[in-house]
């Protein structure tokens, strides 16, 4: 029995400039949509953000204090944030805050994840859960518990070391101390954080680069060196950059334990802001100390990304 077949009618191809206008309404589509997505989020971030951002912008070029009319000052709050002794000094304790938390929080979160991601460790996840749940408190009840703490009549870790013959005594009275402490304290609250994104960093480095490495001979130092640094550096730039940014917007443990002294020895730029914009409403000052602040953060956070993808270049 044959089978016939029906031929299909004949259609001209489609014009080229016909097929490039469906194509540019598809994309106009397209953009449509995801613009139609994106719009609520958008006006959220322009209306919280970046509105306020500009609102201050144009603030720190007046002498605007929240009561009558705000006159134009030009640079002088730029000026005068960058002479003043007190303003010099919040900086330069800004930056010696940096310096003794952000490498001692990475080197302490390092270790753990170290520590934690091997397999003959008992009870890995408690010690994880542990080690993180710090972070999930605010800094304020942290800072409120280290107060009674530190305490020097009434707190525990006081005692203790009076019973091995070791005097603390009031370091938040010591300008010496009073830094490092609070430094301590924030350690103490964010490692488990930057544990955890290591953790996740390691899970990345393949296991066979440490199996050629111990059948070359390497011990566990070179293997760190040669194998797990070099596997981590994306996750290092991250961290790197969040501590940073992190140190440079201290605020809450400062305001509860030190309240910037004694005599201004912990007194940061953010505190600062809060100082000159909220105690002596100075809203013009505090804003120009503001985006002092996000230039030094924003410079930063650029080194370290330049810095990071040199070093990735170099191992590719």
Same mark, same amino acid.
Request: net charge positive; glycine share 10%.
């Given at each position: 029995?044959?089978?016939?077949?029906?031929?299909?009618?004949?259609?001209?191809?489609?014009?080229?400039?016909?097929?490039?206008?469906?194509?540019?309404?598809?994309?106009?589509?397209?953009?449509?949509?995801?613009?139609?997505?994106?719009?609520? %989020? =958008? /006006?959220?971030?322009?209306?919280?953000?970046? *509105?306020?951002?500009?609102? +201050? @912008?144009?603030?720190?070029? &007046? $002498?605007?204090?929240?009561?009558?009319?705000?006159?134009?000052?030009?640079?002088?709050?730029?000026?005068?944030?960058?002479?003043?002794?007190?303003?010099?000094?919040?900086?330069?304790?800004?930056?010696?805050? %940096? =310096? /003794?938390?952000?490498?001692?929080?990475?080197? *302490?979160?390092?270790?753990? +994840? @170290?520590?934690?991601?091997? &397999? $003959?460790?008992?009870?890995?996840?408690?010690?994880?859960?542990?080690?993180?749940?710090?972070?999930?408190?605010?800094?304020?009840?942290?800072?409120?518990?280290?107060?009674?703490?530190?305490?020097?009549?009434?707190? =525990? /870790?006081?005692?203790?070391?009076?019973?091995?013959?070791?005097?603390?005594?009031?370091?938040?009275?010591?300008?010496?101390?009073?830094?490092?402490?609070?430094?301590?304290?924030?350690?103490?609250?964010?490692?488990?954080?930057?544990?955890?994104?290591?953790?996740?960093?390691?899970?990345?480095?393949?296991?066979?680069?440490?199996?050629?490495?111990?059948?070359?001979?390497?011990?566990?130092?070179?293997?760190?060196?040669?194998?797990?640094?070099?596997?981590?550096?994306?996750?290092?730039?991250?961290?790197?950059?969040?501590?940073?940014?992190?140190?440079?917007?201290?605020?809450?443990?400062?305001?509860?334990?030190?309240?910037?002294?004694?005599?201004?020895?912990?007194?940061?730029?953010?505190?600062?802001?809060?100082?000159?914009?909220?105690?002596?409403?100075?809203?013009?000052?505090?804003?120009?100390?503001?985006?002092?602040?996000?230039?030094?953060?924003?410079?930063?956070?650029?080194?370290?990304?330049?810095?990071?993808?040199?070093?990735?270049?170099?191992?590719?």
């Amino acid at each position: 029995m044959s089978r016939t077949t029906t031929a299909r009618p004949y259609r001209p191809p489609r014009p080229l400039g016909g097929r490039r206008r469906a194509h540019r309404n598809q994309e106009r589509q397209r953009v449509l949509k995801a613009g139609a997505f994106l719009a609520p %989020a =958008l /006006l959220v971030i322009g209306g919280f953000v970046f *509105v306020p951002a500009a609102i +201050a @912008l144009w603030t720190s070029f &007046t $002498d605007a204090s929240g009561f009558g009319e705000a006159e134009w000052v030009g640079l002088g709050n730029y000026v005068d944030a960058l002479t003043d002794a007190t303003e010099l000094r919040a900086l330069l304790n800004t930056v010696l805050y %940096a =310096l /003794l938390y952000a490498p001692p929080v990475i080197a *302490v979160g390092l270790g753990a +994840a @170290l520590l934690l991601n091997r &397999t $003959d460790i008992p009870f890995r996840s408690f010690f994880r859960t542990a080690i993180f749940m710090p972070f999930v408190i605010s800094m304020a009840v942290a800072s409120l518990a280290w107060n009674f703490l530190l305490d020097p009549n009434l707190g =525990l /870790l006081p005692h203790w070391l009076a019973g091995v013959g070791i005097r603390l005594g009031d370091v938040f009275a010591d300008p010496s101390l009073a830094l490092p402490a609070v430094a301590a304290v924030a350690v103490w609250k964010n490692f488990g954080y930057f544990m955890v994104i290591f953790l996740a960093g390691l899970q990345g480095v393949p296991a066979q680069l440490y199996e050629a490495a111990r059948i070359d001979g390497a011990g566990a130092w070179r293997r760190f060196v040669a194998v797990t640094l070099p596997g981590l550096q994306g996750t290092m730039t991250f961290i790197v950059i969040f501590a940073m940014i992190g140190a440079f917007q201290a605020f809450d443990q400062i305001y509860i334990m030190t309240q910037g002294g004694p005599d201004h020895a912990t007194e940061t730029i953010v505190y600062r802001i809060y100082i000159e914009g909220f105690r002596d409403f100075k809203l013009g000052f505090a804003s120009a100390l503001s985006y002092i602040l996000l230039v030094i953060t924003l410079i930063l956070g650029l080194i370290q990304l330049r810095i990071g993808a040199k070093q990735e270049r170099d191992l590719g």
